[in-house]
């Protein structure tokens, strides 16, 4: 599908509008100073530990906008409604939507709902868009990049990461796609895994107020291991990770392992990378960890010019290609 | 489900933000000069006469955004596809929204793709949302209104229609949801009727380049009984319209009396209509009725403060109250 769009429906429509364009193929679109994302939300179940659609509808959307450097400003709301829909549980989705809203200081100002008959719709789908406006931080953020080097874009995003910036990643990776397979398909597993979906714009905002970040991404569908091979891919650079560096809970490893799943592959929703500049990669770090949200925070890579694609160091000091995923490895998780 | 809305949704959520906020219950949000707007479609059948989904999700977002005098500046585009549709289906939607968005002059900036298994959705959902800033011609609009009375808004909409005001249809009703239901259930009638499906920025810019209006609308689902009844109710006024002046095509009148439908209550997806000062009305009429897509508008009744709700004169001279739709008459036609 994501060939069928990268060759199809990009190619069709008309691609190079705006500042960061539909070609761009990035988390959100800059057009005349706005950023404007969207995404449907067909989670499956609609509940689960740590969250529910509501919640993963609200923190989605909001963290695309702001991994641009931009503050959201408000967000839509379309739902697709199988007759037939328990009124409880869309009054405890609605009542999600609205406490996820407040935490992330964001308004639903516009929405629209359509019913289908029972059969045609799995429960219900979540549409949300958003817009925002560029972050009060980000000028600020680019010039702590231009003391230590040359750095065009206006906005961070997927083609400015650069040779010798530093990775680092918010928080334990895998937790939320976990959460929803083994919750899903009832392994029952010892302990419960919940998913970190949560908006993440306050982190963002204090971590743009250091400064130095080139680029900003949330590790959803594909997890951590497509997000570096797209960073890579169009920012024409290498990005080598370290195994022993990357945050991973227990639980989450311990699942991964009987499940014989790549954490890497694994999509989150409360978390973000970030590529710095080395100068300032440690104080942006322990600005991350101060937060709850980012208290197991850590530097699990860097950027190199002397190769291209993804690279690992493992655990048993070997080198290990990481490929972007194949395929959904866990469908309907978001 | 609109009662459900109106008492529980808005109310749990934080309503009052922006200039027309949710609890307007508007066709689009204004917030900081940003006109925003979303709409899921979930239209059965995916083709039909006169048009398809891709048309439909375009024009029916782009029409939203300029009813509230807002030149549509972005679209995103979010399809829920299910396992197994048609890649040469999903082409032609494709490229029918491409054709759809050049003709509005608009563009599709960001998108999102989720894919269900099979049975979990209808062939295809399309979500679009759109962005507009204010138009070039709304203060002058705005200014020519004001020189027959006082008028307050900044942005025409649902509340600010006057006494007096003249109602005009920019086009025939009832295409739409007849063309839609006729063709789906296979009623086979002598002529087909097409869908209106037609984005209206140009008529619209058109019309506030004359001025004078005061509120714009286009009578989708519940059709132009569910429009007035709206603008009589959130405006404070009483609409009395004729039937004799109604522009509907024979074939949907045929249609609709075959099936004991209201033409007021079908959905439409290429009509506006307007209120305008009475002073401007002939002009604005005749600049619509100089289009196209506007060659049958017509002038179909006047604003009072002399009554509320929705009145109309019938062909045999009598008086009939139009009440708003009960439930969907036509379900699934957008």
């Given at each position: 599908?994501?060939?069928?769009i990268?060759?199809?429906?990009?190619?069709?429509l008309d691609?190079d509008?705006g500042e960061?364009?539909?070609?761009?193929?990035d988390?959100?679109a800059?057009?005349?100073?706005?950023?404007?994302?969207t995404?449907?939300y067909t989670?499956?179940?609609?509940?689960?530990?740590?969250?529910?659609i509501?919640?993963?509808?609200v923190?989605?959307?909001?963290?695309?906008i702001?991994?641009?450097?931009?503050?959201?400003?408000?967000?839509?709301?379309?739902m697709?409604i199988?007759e037939?829909?328990?009124?409880e549980d869309?009054?405890?989705?609605?009542k999600?939507?609205?406490l996820?809203?407040k935490s992330?200081?964001?308004?639903?100002?516009?929405?629209d709902?359509k019913v289908?008959?029972n059969?045609?719709?799995d429960?219900?789908f979540?549409?949300t868009s958003g817009i925002?406006?560029?972050?009060?931080h980000?000028?600020?953020n680019i010039?702590?990049?231009?003391?230590?080097r040359?750095?065009?874009?206006?906005?961070p995003?997927?083609?400015?990461?650069?040779?010798g910036?530093?990775?680092i990643?918010s928080?334990?990776?895998?937790?939320?796609?976990?959460?929803l397979l083994?919750?899903?398909e009832?392994y029952?597993?010892d302990?419960?895994?919940?998913s970190?979906?949560k908006?993440?714009?306050?982190?963002?905002e204090?971590?743009l107020?250091i400064g130095?970040?080139?680029?900003?991404?949330d590790?959803?569908r594909?997890?951590?291991a497509?997000?570096l091979?797209?960073w890579?891919e169009?920012?024409?650079v290498g990005?080598?990770?370290?195994?022993?560096?990357?945050?991973i809970?227990?639980?989450?490893?311990t699942?991964?392992?009987m499940?014989?799943?790549?954490?890497?592959?694994?999509g989150?929703e409360?978390?973000?990378?970030?590529?710095?500049v080395?100068s300032m990669?440690d104080e942006v770090?322990?600005?991350?960890?101060?937060r709850?949200?980012?208290?197991?925070?850590?530097?699990?890579g860097e950027v190199?010019k002397?190769f291209?694609?993804?690279?690992?160091e493992?655990?048993?000091?070997?080198?290990?290609?990481v490929e972007?995923?194949?395929?959904d490895?866990?469908p309907r998780i978001?």
């Open positions: 599908m994501q060939e069928f990268r060759k199809f429906v990009i190619e069709e691609h509008f960061i364009p539909l070609s761009a193929l988390d959100a800059i057009v005349d100073g706005i950023a404007f994302t995404d449907s989670v499956k179940p609609l509940f689960f530990p740590g969250g529910d509501g919640v993963l509808s923190a989605g959307t909001v963290n695309d702001c991994v641009m450097g931009a503050k959201p400003l408000a967000l839509s709301c379309a697709i199988e037939g829909f328990s009124e869309l009054q405890r989705i609605v999600s939507i609205s996820t809203a992330a200081d964001v308004r639903i100002v516009t929405g709902t289908v008959e059969g045609a719709a429960g219900l979540i549409n925002g406006r560029r972050s009060d980000l000028d600020h010039q702590m990049v231009r003391r230590s040359e750095f065009k874009p206006n906005w995003n997927d083609s400015s990461v650069g040779p910036d530093t990775i990643a928080g334990s990776i895998g937790n939320h796609g976990i959460a083994s919750f899903r009832g029952g597993f302990t419960v895994v919940h970190d979906a908006p993440l714009n306050s982190l963002i204090d971590a107020k130095g970040i080139t680029a900003m991404k590790p959803t594909g997890g951590v497509n997000l091979n797209e890579a169009k920012s024409h990005i080598k990770i370290s195994e022993e560096a990357l945050p809970d227990d639980e989450v490893l699942a991964c392992e499940l014989g799943i790549d954490p890497l592959e694994i989150n409360g978390k973000v990378l970030m590529a710095v080395p990669a770090l322990s600005t991350i960890r101060s709850p949200e980012g208290r197991n925070a850590a530097i699990i190199s002397e291209s694609g993804v690279m690992m493992t655990h048993t000091g070997g080198k290990r290609v972007p995923p194949v395929g490895p866990v978001c």
